[in-house]
């Protein structure tokens, strides 16, 4: 055992000593970023050697080789992380479900003055108005703009709410575009990480990049994750294999005719993509779901109110026609009115297109171009004093009808929609906000174990430093006796 | 539990989230003074809101048209009055022109008297209300009765212009589906298919009469004048009675409006006391997180101590 053999004991000491401040140095600039797993440099003294000389005896055998780093170890429980990515995954769902309740019901603003219910009501009373005083042009002039009033609020929430889809549709395809493209990025690392593995090296930076796409997959519709003996890592999502090894598996979005070409997700081999939790679940059942229930209610609302205001008003008699509508029936071959027999006065209100009933309803041209053809009369002759129609129209708003299958009057029907809406949204907000205290105590779990203490770091820093400072004072007796062997032996009395 | 600061500056962002949070949703109550902005917010009281509003603007409509109502069942009231009072003369006149007393001179200027009435009668049959007369059924808007004076020996008679049909009652409605018919047709004054149940027959029988001094025919129109009296005054009562039930349901809807605003106020307005002792208290709350988290972040890690 040779001086020199010790000095290079001390050397790799100062080697030791400066990685672990290298690694120290690593955690504390990454102390702040998000889905960093803090590394800890471990030492373990160095292999011993039994020693051959040409004089030895036992018992001073093996001697110790100072301090290696044997490896730099990355801090994880992974039993936190998938506890972690479930709870995570259900709450971006909660979330992503109520952002798009609370706009719809921004767009159907019931509690503001502008709600569908103020002016249903104003509608009906227009009716009652206007049986005081039947030939009066100005009762009939509001009666119109009530009318039209409400026509124009059933187009508009119909058409904002097939925008909200539409936009939907677009943050739907967004996702769907960054599932594949985690997916790529998960298959590149597949491929590094084992080739580090390889070299007998600890890929501890990729393996946190891993852990955020993982992290972030979750959010957006869940996975399933499996590790590899031989460091890769199988994603699947619903059952189907999102990445196996180095080769991805692509989502693709087709509009589909079956849903109003509203986007649906299938994988690239053509079998459906079910996501069960994340935003995506989220976002598709507020767009197949809560934004069609309401469409659905207006729609079906819209086709009752004209089916039975006009029933009625078809069978009065209008001030332009006081004996009723001369033939031919329709008037014009060519009418987009439908005329059911017999008929004493034109429709009130009109659907343009059968399939779209709440953004096609309005006011019929013949009442817009002519007052007079307002039917308030109910005996051929349409006396100014007769406003019996009219009384009959505007107790339609009491009267019952099966609308979307339960019985009810119409204002009430409408009411129940808001009301279910309403609850819904008062669902997801609390779930979020439930799910948002687990997913925050499971998060303060994996920091636990993750995370970066700077108090801590700054303790190993001085113990390290120390070490340092203690090598370096070993490395300098050591360099004083070499030099005492070397330059002073054998000089005597000089 | 290990503690980073990391998770320290998490939980600091979250709990001044919340707090500013709640702060806000306090001054929203407070300053638009309704309990919440959302149907979300409250669905139960939200949906009844709704429902009491339409009730509520139906109230309104309906005490529009009780009112409306009101005044045309007056005017109709004081018309048949005055009629009354026209055909009570004209029978007082009569029995005067029955008593043997009388001469023919007597019996003539009487019978001046009752065609004065007659013309009274029939202008009295002519009232208008608003611009649009009681009497006509539906024909709000034609004179329904017009005096033609026959030329002699034809006597005179009154056409009835108003309603073609039977009797045509105005409908107005008190309440869903409660109607009230406020007006009295026509034809019930003076109905030309049936003649001795007119007004104006009687009179113009009994005026006639009493001109050509015969007695018979007086007697004859003071039966046919008595007949119509009768007829005149129940209808006179039944008027009376319908005015009585839209008063009393006016007096109920407006008591019930009353009721409602009150309850839609509960269920909507903010109670502001509370609110804003809330408002204060959650100040305090906030002012506290803020606090805590700059003490608590800037407290400095070993790394400042270290030399």
Known sequence: MSLLTTLNTAARSLSAQTKVVEVIQHNVANANTPSFHRQQAVLKAGTPYGDIRFISSTGEGQMGTGVVVEQIKRFNLQFFDGRYRLELGASKQWEAYQGVLQQVEAILAETSQDGLTNKLDAFWSGWQLLNSDPSSLALRADLRDRAVALTNAFSRRAEQLQNSRADLDLTIKDRVEEINSIARQLAELNQEIPRVRALDNEPNDLLDERDRLL??????????????????????????????????????????????????????????????????????????????????????????????????????????????????????????????????????????????QARSFRVSDYIMNDLENIAAAETADSAPGDGNMARQISDLQVAQFVIGGDTTTMNQFYTGKIGTLALETQRAERNFKDLGTIVRSLSDQREAVNGVNLDEEATNLMQSQKAYNAAARVLTAIDEMIDRIINSTGRVGI | MRVTHHMMVENQIYYSTESLDKLNQLQEKVSSGKEYRWASDNPSGAVAALTIRSTLEKHEAYIDTGNTMDGWLTATDSALASIESMLGRAINLTLDGISDTMGTKERIALGKEIDIILRQAVDAGNTKHQDEFLFAGFKTNTQPFTLVVGVPPAPDSVTYNGNALTIEDIQRNIGPEQAITVNVDGKILHDPANPTASIFNALIRTRDGLMADDRAEIEAGLADLKNVMETIKNKHTEIGARQREVHAVLQGMEKTKIELQGLLSKKEDTNMVEAISNLRQQETVYKTVLEVGSRTLSTMSLFDYMR
């Open chain 1, 215 to 356: 992290d972030r997959l979750s959010e957006i519709s869940g996975q399933q994750a499996f590790d590899q003996e031989n460091g890769e890592n199988i994603v699947s999502i619903g059952g189907h294999a999102l990445v196996v090894g180095t080769q991805t598996f692509e989502l693709v979005t087709t509009p589909d005719a079956a849903n109003e070409n509203l986007l649906r997700i299938d994988w690239a081999d053509g079998q459906p993509f079910t996501a069960t939790t994340g935003e995506l679940r989220g976002y598709l059942d507020a767009r197949d779901q809560a934004i069609t229930d309401q469409l659905d209610g207006l729609n079906q609302l819209a086709q009752v109110m004209n089916d039975q205001v006009n029933a009625l008003h078809q069978d009065g008699y209008s001030m332009a026609y006081p004996g009723g509508l001369p033939p031919p029936y329709p008037p014009d071959p060519a009418s987009p009115y439908t005329f059911p027999a017999p008929y004493n006065a034109y429709p009130f209100f009109t659907i343009d297109d059968p399939t779209d």
